[in-house]
């Protein structure tokens, strides 16, 4: 009863926020319970429209998050009325289509080039950040939302979502990480080529079905606790073979398994020799939970 009231006073929390947390104008962050970290985009007038600033501020917000000892586990949602439209079109088109100084084609194509590579570090960081990172979808998830949590190692969502890779329709393809990373989060090619070519909607059922989500929640309170309580579950273990869990998932992804059993041998080498492994095995065996084994900060 404690901790289920507990839960229902973090989630609240989390749903109440007054704003973007300073120094970051489109992001909140908070602290909704022990070493979880709370990252809510928070332009819910503009529909979490991804600007200049949110573009900037993930990256500075998930590098801090990285080095962030007193956090183990990470979990996005975004305010308002839905997770995200996608990209700020506006702001998009006074990065893109502005020529360089000179005019010149080879510097304005070097230009936007650079500018894309800022753009994919954005969700590239998420990958990048040894915490898990889960995260929660109600509403619609537009564009570079897709983008989002395809870098994510979890993903939840309401019953009323709705997915789409909606660059097409705007006369481009998906440049910062959908194209590359949903065909290896979904596995069925030739439905990620329905989905980027045509530019339908994908609804919860069938992005539960597909393995876009691995559960579907009645309604976001519901969901952003059920994300809180698995937070936690990943918060309790050993945050060594957590994050070195993560590392050799995303390693292996891209590797063959050769090379992952070869990665993961040279990793344990030393990993195993931590009091963590003796700490759980302990637990184990004298049948406790994770959550009574205290481990020290990473």
């Not at 901790?3 to 007054?18: D, F, I």
């Not at 650079?114 to 753009?119: S, W």
């Not at 997915?163 to 990373?181: P, W």
Request: hydrophobic share 45%.
């Amino acid at each position: 009863m404690i901790n289920l009231l507990a839960t229902a006073v973090a989630v609240r929390a989390m749903s109440s926020s007054g704003g973007p947390t300073s120094p970051y104008t489109s992001l909140a962050i908070s602290r909704p319970a022990e070493s979880i970290t709370h990252v809510e985009l928070h332009r819910p007038k503009k529909l979490n429209a991804m600007n200049k600033a949110f573009w900037r501020e993930m990256v500075e917000c998930f590098t801090e998050i990285a080095e962030d000892r007193d956090c183990r586990v990470v979990l996005v949602s975004g305010a308002g009325k839905m997770f995200t439209a996608g990209m700020d079109l506006m702001d998009f088109a006074e990065d893109a289509f502005q020529p360089g100084d000179d005019n010149d084609t080879g510097r304005t194509s070097w230009n936007i080039r650079n500018m894309l590579h800022r753009y994919q570090e954005t969700f590239s960081v998420i990958e990048k950040c040894p915490k898990p990172v889960l995260v929660a979808v109600h509403g619609a998830c537009i564009g570079g939302g897709v983008d989002l949590i395809t870098a994510c190692d979890i993903r939840l969502c309401t019953q009323d979502t709705w997915f789409q890779v909606k660059e097409v329709d705007i006369g481009m393809a998906a440049d910062v990480g959908t194209l590359q990373r949903l065909p290896k989060v979904i596995g069925s090619r030739s439905l990620v080529n329905e989905l980027a070519l045509t530019a339908r909607k994908m609804y919860a059922d069938e992005a539960k079905s597909s393995g876009l989500v691995s559960r579907v929640f009645a309604d976001k309170e519901t969901m952003m606790a059920g994300a809180l309580e698995l937070a936690g579950d990943i918060a309790a273990r050993s945050p060594l073979a957590v994050q070195g869990t993560k590392i050799n998932l995303v390693y292996s992804r891209d590797h063959s398994v050769a090379e992952g059993l070869e990665y993961m041998a040279a990793w344990n080498m030393s990993m195993l020799q931590s009091q963590d492994v003796m700490k759980s095995a302990q637990a184990v065996m004298e049948k406790k939970s994770p959550k009574e084994v205290v481990f020290s900060k990473l």
